[in-house]
């Protein structure tokens, strides 16, 4: 059974870190580029971050550039998504999401964690 299981969402203040990680079971992990998204109420789901199976290759959302930093550790079948500099703006829940190496799209997300920032 396929499953990605966020965590490490919550409250923070302005200006503050979070770093977020999903960790991946039922398929082969390291096979599988990785992605970030957000939705915050009222908005469509928007790109966040990408991995690809090996780290080679990483690419963050041009508005979120230099401030979250996309990992991934394929012996621990997880993916990080570190945030800095939090604004209000960044409240959403995240969700991760795998696609496979010849995948056009992404197969399987996880339920998502919420995260709120304060001003």
């Known amino acids: 059974q396929v499953q990605l299981v966020e965590s490490g969402g919550g409250l923070v203040q302005g200006g503050g870190s979070l770093r977020l990680s999903c960790v991946a079971s039922?398929?082969?992990?390291?096979?599988?580029?990785m992605g970030w998204f957000r939705q915050a109420p009222g908005k469509d789901r928007e790109f966040v971050a990408f991995?690809?199976?090996?780290?080679?290759?990483?690419g963050v959302a041009d508005s979120l550039e230099g401030r979250f930093t996309i990992s991934r550790d394929n012996a621990k079948n997880t993916v990080y998504l570190q945030m800095n500099s939090l604004k209000p703006e960044d409240t959403a829940v995240y969700y991760c999401a795998a696609r496979g190496r010849t995948s056009a799209s992404y197969e399987y997300w996880g339920q998502g964690t919420q995260v709120t920032v304060s001003s």
């Open positions: 039922g398929f082969t992990f390291s096979s599988y580029a």
């Open positions: 991995i690809s199976w090996s780290s080679g290759s990483t």
